[in-house]
């Protein structure tokens, strides 16, 4: 009697465990994208290298905010600008910074005169190469590190100057953060340059003087699919098929696919990078 007792027992933990692993489980897969994650949705990574060669574009962005300190791309020294309280600043004159020491990165002092560091204007397009996300002490912060972008700005030589912006907030801000009220605040200082988007997409005009007849190809491929502002997310996903990523905020989509990003707002396109 009491071995059945005891199987019964046994068998009605194996089952409590399992619901319990069960619910972890579907807790984990329904877990909302960091804040990380949101952000680089909306803001793509690029990879520069320090000759200025891109190997992977990434989101252009547009600076608003003058006086943002950086340093030549072979400077191991990144200057770290601080954005607080809606002022932009820079570092001082003796500043401390992160050098990259073999496969470490260490605190150092250098001058910035010695750095040669000079500041970015307002108008100039920088790529972002990371953003991570921190929680201090006293402060939670949100840093951009940039990367000047020499054919966007027309560099007739390699400059790609890098610098470091921190958005710093409140402590405990970022704990349960608007994202809608992050980005207003990034968009103090950066903008994305949307002027390139739909330049591939558009069709070279007929010049006057042109014979009306003109020889066609022998086969034509099928005509690409057009995404267009205020197309539904139905009509997209009908044209483009389902996105690799979807971050959900609120009244704003950001749908990711391979080489394309999409911005629903109130479920119509507002936005395609």
């Not at 071995?3 to 329904?30: P, R, W």
């Not at 909302?32 to 290298?49: C, H, M, T, W």
């Not at 400077?75 to 600008?81: G, K």
């Not at 949307?194 to 003109?214: F, I, K, L």
Request: net charge neutral.
């Amino acid at each position: 009697m009491r071995s059945k007792n005891g199987i019964s027992i046994l068998l009605t933990l194996l089952i409590v465990v399992g619901m319990i692993a069960a619910g972890t489980g579907m807790a984990q897969n329904t877990a909302s994208p960091s804040l990380k994650d949101q952000l680089e949705a909306q803001f793509s990574i690029a990879k520069v290298q320090t000759n200025g060669t891109v190997l992977q574009a990434g989101t252009v962005l547009v600076i608003q905010k003058a006086g943002i300190q950086a340093f030549p791309p072979d400077n191991a020294l990144v200057a770290r600008n601080t954005y607080k309280d809606g002022e932009l600043h820079a570092p001082s004159g003796k500043m401390r910074g992160l050098v990259k020491w073999g496969d470490a990165l260490v605190k150092s002092k250098q001058s910035l005169t010695e750095s040669e560091a000079r500041a970015l204007h307002v108008g100039e397009k920088v790529y972002v190469t990371d953003i991570a996300v921190n929680s201090e002490k006293k402060r939670d912060m949100i840093d951009f590190t940039i990367v000047e972008c020499d054919s966007c700005n027309g560099a007739t030589q390699i400059s790609s100057y890098k610098a470091q912006v921190d958005f710093e907030f409140a402590k405990g801000a970022l704990a349960n953060p608007s994202v809608s009220q992050i980005e207003d605040t990034i968009g103090n200082v950066f903008t994305i340059d949307n002027s390139t988007q739909g330049t591939q997409a558009q069709q070279p005009q007929a010049q006057p003087g042109q014979p009306e007849a003109q020889p066609q190809p022998p086969a034509q491929a099928p005509a690409p699919a057009q995404i267009q502002l205020g197309q539904s997310i139905d009509d997209v996903v009908a044209a483009i098929g389902q996105p690799e990523k979807i971050v959900d905020l609120g009244a704003k989509k950001i749908y990711v696919y391979k080489d394309l990003k999409i911005t629903f707002t109130n479920g119509k396109v507002s936005d395609v990078q």
